[in-house]
């Protein structure tokens, strides 16, 4: 048994008991849209701190518990917040949780984030579907020894986000009259925004969205075996595409605004195949 793969199972044991059932999905809510759960009934909740050989979410607006739900009659997991490695963890700690969802059960898992476009075609309040991302300015979740358990060793990258579960939410957003962008995610290491000669580099190279997030999360699922989907919710231009320096506090804000758009075509995702 592999080092890390030891570490999932004790992790799942220490509160496998309390989980009600095996949820059919998994959604990780990015920055400024946790309020999706607010109204939603919930069946079990738990911090990832209270979780053994779990990493401790220390941005406050990522709250880092696992929400057992029912959404449209399915069984949901919703992770609340996500590790990031700015916060001092490695690839592989923060990709726990992700990893975690295989000993669960879980099948199909769609991650969102709040993100920066660094293309001048795109507004804040902007929904994007990721149809692929850029990994290689971050280390690899899967360096180390490989976890034989959840995958092989060189996980084949060709279709990483599901073209069927991209149907289901093209559907929903068709259903609820929303615009979708479709483009390419890219993530950095953080916690600094871009410079603007970053944001340049990135424009260059065909980026469309980028964070913080969710690409190492992404291979980790892959890699497990899991279906996954990605959306980004555009909350502000890249550094010098407008005069406005970059705050946490206005990424939120500007999340927060489109909830109500963000949580109908998530639910009416839900209505789907997926």
Do not use: Q
């Given at each position: 048994m592999s080092k890390e793969y030891k570490l999932l199972k004790e992790a799942y044991d220490s509160?496998?008991?309390?989980i009600p059932y095996v949820p059919e999905i998994a959604i990780t809510l990015g920055s400024g849209l946790g309020d999706f759960v607010n109204n939603l009934k919930i069946d079990f909740a738990i911090d990832y701190a209270k979780i053994k050989n779990f990493p401790k979410a220390t941005n406050s607006s990522h709250k880092g518990r696992f929400i057992f739900t029912k959404i449209n009659?399915?069984?949901?997991?919703?992770m609340q917040g996500?590790?990031?490695m700015y916060e001092g963890y490695s690839a592989a700690e923060a990709v726990r949780p992700v990893r975690l969802l295989s000993l669960m059960g879980v099948k199909k898992l769609i991650v969102t984030n709040a993100a920066?476009?660094?293309?001048?075609?795109?507004?804040?309040?902007?929904?994007?579907?990721i149809r692929d991302h850029i990994s290689f300015f971050i280390p690899n979740p899967l360096l180390g020894e490989n976890v034989e358990?959840?995958?092989?060793?060189?996980?084949?990258?060709?279709?990483?986000?599901d073209n069927d579960m991209i149907k289901d939410i093209k559907k929903s957003a068709a259903k609820n009259k929303i615009k979708l962008k479709e483009g390419v995610y890219c993530q950095l290491m953080g916690p600094s925004y871009e410079t603007k000669e970053e944001i340049k580099l990135l424009t260059k190279l065909g980026v469309d969205a980028v964070g913080m997030s969710t690409v190492?999360?992404?291979i980790a699922a892959h890699h497990a075996g899991l279906k996954v989907a990605g959306i980004s919710v555009i909350t502000n231009m890249g550094?010098?595409?407008?005069?406005?320096?970059?705050s946490d506090d206005d990424v939120r804000e500007t999340a927060s605004k489109i909830s109500s758009k963000f949580e109908?075509?998530?639910k009416g995702t839900l209505e789907g195949e997926i």
């Open positions: 509160f496998k008991k309390k009659g399915k069984k949901v997991l919703i996500r590790i990031h920066g476009t660094p293309n001048k075609n795109y507004r804040p309040g902007d929904i994007m579907i358990e959840l995958g092989t060793r060189f996980p084949d990258m060709t279709d990483v986000y190492i999360e992404v550094t010098g595409l407008s005069k406005k320096k970059l109908k075509l998530l």
